[in-house]
């Protein structure tokens, strides 16, 4: 079974930073803080700044790519992002989408559960994981990963249509293998009752000597 990617928005958060000088009484500044000051105006744009402009430049680049169904450079821009953020979920989310529509389902199934470790409270994180299962024949594992998003947002209609698929695939599988111990076991009847009339013959031509 094959899942169809579909791009998944989720709200950036923005980080919390800690005053570094929480001693201080307020309004009091240091001779740091001017010589800090006057190291900002000479160079606008702080370290990191321009690293995380790239990472997003290619981030959505790699969305429109994968929009437009340029799935394979659509990873490439996202993998290139990566290096220069391995700890950003999203990242590993779309690139879990995009390796199930290419058929990739291990690859998939590795990015979908390093979403899940980075940001284990984002529910669609847990169903891509749960596809990513689904598709490389783990229907039970898929069960828990939707019902995990299913505990975070009770309301999320995809989460219980693929848990309701994962279900059927198990029920099935159960049919099959039951259908399967039966049938090894009519054929060992089978087996069982041709070597008897086998024997049965046998003694049968040693009476008649």
């Given at each position: ?9 989720k ?5 919390v930073?800690?005053s570094?000088k929480?001693?201080?009484p ?37 969305n ?34 995009v ?11 590795t990015?979908?559960?390093?979403a ?21 024949g ?8 939707f ?32 259908s ?13 009752n ?11 031509e040693?009476?008649?000597?």
């Amino acid at each position: 079974m094959k899942i169809s990617w579909s791009k998944n928005v989720k709200a950036k958060r923005q980080p919390v930073v800690a005053s570094a000088k929480s001693d201080l009484p307020f309004g009091v500044e240091s001779d740091n803080d001017e010589a800090e000051k006057e190291e900002r105006a000479k160079d606008p744009n702080p370290p990191g700044t321009k690293s995380n402009d790239t990472v997003e430049s290619l981030q959505r680049e790699g969305n429109k790519l994968a929009e437009e169904g340029e799935y394979h450079e659509a990873l490439g821009k996202w993998e290139a992002a990566l290096t220069l953020a391995p700890d950003n979920a999203i990242l590993h989310e779309q690139k879990a989408q995009v390796l199930l529509e290419v058929g990739d389902a291990w690859r998939a199934l590795t990015a979908a559960t390093r979403a899940t470790e980075l940001d284990p409270l984002w529910p669609e994180a847990w169903v891509t994981l749960g596809r990513a299962q689904l598709n490389f024949g783990e229907p039970d594992s898929a069960i828990l990963s939707f019902d995990k998003a299913l505990a975070i947002k009770p309301d999320y209609d995809d989460a219980k249509a693929d848990r309701e698929t994962a279900a059927r695939l198990v029920k099935k599988r159960g049919q099959l293998h039951t259908s399967g111990l039966s049938a090894n076991k009519r054929r060992f009847m089978v087996g069982e009752n041709s070597e008897k009339g086998a024997e049965n013959e046998e003694k049968g031509e040693e009476t008649a000597l």
